[in-house]
């Protein structure tokens, strides 16, 4: 059900190019339904939409989407914040 609004949400900021906040409405979504194949190709759809716009990862929200990309990384770079090189 909150999915489903969540995603109502994401279309139009989507449709009307929003593509920052539209970012950050996903995170959320990610969060709330992770592997879903709708959030997945509203996510291709706003990447696409940020780089012909210029738009780059930036604070956070940005570090959540690598991190929800790349789960794997979690447990390997989370002590990189306080100064400690990720290694692979």
Known sequence: MLGGQVKQVLRGLIDT??????YDVLGQLMLLLPGDLEALRMKQE??????ETGGEVKG???????????PFLLNVCFSSSIGMR???
């Open 17 to 22: 190019g929003q593509w920052e906040q539209a």
């Open 46 to 51: 706003i990447s696409r939409g940020r780089s």
């Open 60 to 70: 956070i929200s940005g570090l959540i989407m690598v991190f929800l990309e790349m």
């Open 86 to 88: 990720c290694g692979v």
